[in-house]
């Protein structure tokens, strides 16, 4: 006969439980495969504008808290992004704004673009991560692949821009 314990019952329930939250709130492959398309229907979709939130400044202060930091470190960090908030948002919205039109216009001169794949990297931070979107574009008889670079912030909820803009290469 087994006999289990108070002790070993709470522990058991608590394990559990820390578990069964991290699994509910942890992102997935899936996750940053929707967020990689979702980018990309923006960019090749005129009529389709998908929810893709860039952070807000009380999201970068959860981000900050996260970090393995010490007290003062994060105290500067969040006094240094409240002054460069709304310069690094309006970058990037611009940054993004740019993309969008810049492909808009190709597809307009009759070229098309298509999706090819999303590649996630973990940073040094934590639920911060560098992604990699590839897509080809064609316009004229000339095919080209193109990696749009971009970081994301997974806030327990969802996963959000963050950074000053989206780095277009070929």
């Known amino acids: 006969m087994v006999t289990i314990t108070n002790y ?6 608590l394990s559990l439980f820390i578990a069964l939250s991290f699994k509910a709130s942890a992102q ?10 979702e980018l990309f229907l923006l960019l090749s979709d ?20 996260e970090q393995d930091l010490s007290k003062d470190e994060k105290q500067e960090w969040e006094i240094r992004k409240n ?12 940054s993004l704004g740019n993309l969008v039109y810049s492909y808009n216009e190709l597809l307009d001169e009759g070229g098309w673009i298509s999706y090819f794949s999303n590649e996630v ?3 040094k931070w934590k639920n911060q991560y560098r992604c990699t979107l590839r897509i080809f574009y064609e316009l004229n008889d000339l095919e080209t692949l193109v990696e749009i670079e971009y970081e994301l912030y997974y806030n327990g909820q969802g996963l959000v821009f963050m950074g000053k803009g989206l780095k277009e290469s070929f």
Do not use: C, N
Request: charged letters at 35%; hydrophobic letters at 25%; a negative charge.
């Open 83 to 94: 002054k460069e908030y709304a310069q690094e948002k309006y970058q990037f919205e611009t």
């Open 8 to 13: 070993s019952l709470r522990s058991l329930l």
């Open 28 to 37: 997935t492959e899936a996750d940053f495969e929707k967020f990689g398309r």
């Open 46 to 65: 005129t009529t389709d504008y998908p929810s893709l939130e860039y952070i807000r400044i009380k999201t970068w202060r959860q981000f900050i808290e």
């Open 121 to 123: 990297e973990k940073t």
